[in-house]
C-alpha cells in the first residue's frame, strides 16, 4: 500500500512540475513562437493593452504562487517516511487543505536525550491575506489514538499569512527536553486555527519516535 501510495504521488508531482512549467512560460512567453507583422506595417500596443497584460502577469503570478504550495505538499507526501507525515482537512464544512510534515533528527542541539525536529506546514485553499497560527497536542501513550488534553503553540507562537490564492508554508524547527528524551515514542495532533482562535483544518494522529 505504501509503494502504490507513492507511486501515486510521484505521478501527481510529476503533474504538478509540468503545470509548473506551463504556467511559468505562459508568464515568460517562452515557448511561444514569435509573432511577426506583415512587411513595412508598424504594429504598437496600445496603452490598455498594457494594462491588461499587467493584469493577467500578477493573476498568473498569485495562481502559480498557489499552484508551488500545493505541489510542495505534494511532494513532501511522496518523499516522507511513513509516520512523519500528516494531512490537514477542513473542519466543520469549510474548505481548503494542506500537510504537515515532521522529521526527527539525531542531532542534540539543546543538548543529549533531546529532541530536535524540522517540519514544515503547507496550507492552500484557505481565506487570502489571512493569518494562521498551529497548535499541537501531545499523548505519551502512543496507540495512534489522540487523547492529549494540552494545546501548545509551535515556539514564538509565529502567524502564517496566506497569499492572495489562500495559499501558504511555514518551516519550522523545535529543541525539546524531558519528556521528549530519545527512544521516547508519542502521538501528536494538528490543527491550523485563524487568530480569533477558530479551528479551520486538522491533522490525523501520528505517532512520532525521539531519535
Not at 500545493?70 to 464544512?93: E, H, M, N, W
Request: net charge neutral; aromatic share 6%; glycine share 12%.
Amino acid at each position: 500500500m505504501n509503494k502504490i501510495i507513492l507511486l501515486a504521488s510521484s505521478v501527481t508531482a510529476a503533474a504538478c512540475g509540468a503545470q509548473l512549467t506551463a504556467r511559468r512560460d505562459r508568464l515568460t512567453g517562452s515557448g511561444r513562437a514569435k509573432q511577426t507583422s506583415p512587411a513595412g506595417r508598424y504594429q504598437g500596443s496600445s496603452k490598455g493593452d498594457k494594462t491588461m497584460r499587467k493584469l493577467q502577469i500578477a493573476r498568473s503570478i498569485k495562481l502559480l504562487a498557489a499552484l508551488v504550495a500545493a505541489c510542495g505538499a505534494i511532494a513532501a507526501a511522496a518523499q516522507a517516511d511513513p509516520g512523519t507525515l500528516s494531512q490537514l482537512t477542513p473542519v466543520g464544512g469549510g474548505s481548503g487543505g494542506g500537510m504537515v510534515e515532521v522529521s526527527p533528527t539525531a542531532h542534540d542541539v539543546v543538548g543529549p536525550d533531546t529532541f530536535n525536529v524540522e517540519g514544515t506546514v503547507n496550507v492552500h485553499g484557505l481565506a487570502p491575506d489571512t493569518g494562521y497560527r498551529f497548535l499541537r497536542w501531545f499523548d505519551f501513550n502512543p496507540d495512534g489514538v489522540c487523547t492529549g488534553t494540552i494545546a501548545r503553540p509551535l515556539p514564538g507562537n509565529p502567524t502564517l499569512t496566506t497569499s492572495d490564492g489562500g495559499a501558504g508554508a511555514l518551516h519550522f524547527d523545535l529543541s525539546l527536553d524531558a519528556p521528549f528524551v530519545d527512544g521516547v515514542s508519542f502521538d501528536t495532533i494538528w490543527r491550523v486555527v485563524d487568530l480569533a482562535g477558530n479551528t479551520v483544518l486538522q491533522g490525523d494522529c501520528f505517532t512520532v519516535t525521539v531519535k
